[in-house]
Nanobody, 118 residues
Framework: VQLVESGGGLVQAGGSLRLSCAASGSIFSINTMGWYRQAPGKERELVARITRGGSTNYADSVKGRFTISRDNAESTWYLQMNSLKPEDTAVYYC?????????????WGQGTQVTVSS
């Protein structure tokens, strides 16, 4: 599974951005698709994720502002980010989780920078 992110950039506080993550390869094997972020000096954290069944969950800090979705082919997923705050500034990574009988394999994208100015 290969992942390519796009859509990051610089935006003023209160603005919006939409991130995309395009998957290729064995996309049929993906069970969960997610977005994570890492700010300077901080650990990488979950932002949002969506399962193959459509269940979603979000970090408390983004609930009501961010929405994760995917296309019908389940080969691309998105993160719509509204009402952005300076504390949302981070490198955002998409991740695909592939479950097998005995393990979970995580595939990461290269990351895209999101900078929110105050």
């Amino acid at each position: 599974v290969q992942l390519v992110e796009s859509g990051g950039g610089l935006v003023q506080a209160g603005g919006s951005l939409r991130l995309s993550c395009a998957a290729s390869g064995s996309i049929f094997s993906i069970n969960t698709m997610g977005w994570y972020r890492q700010a300077p000096g901080k650990e990488r954290e979950l932002v949002a994720r969506i399962t193959r069944g459509g269940s979603t969950n979000y970090a408390d800090s983004v609930k009501g502002r961010f929405t994760i979705s995917r296309d019908n082919a389940e080969s691309t997923w998105y993160l719509q980010m509204n009402s952005l705050k300076p504390e949302d500034t981070a490198v955002y990574y998409c991740r695909a989780d592939v479950f097998s009988d005995i393990t979970i394999i995580y595939y990461w994208g290269q990351g895209t920078q999101v900078t929110v100015s105050s």
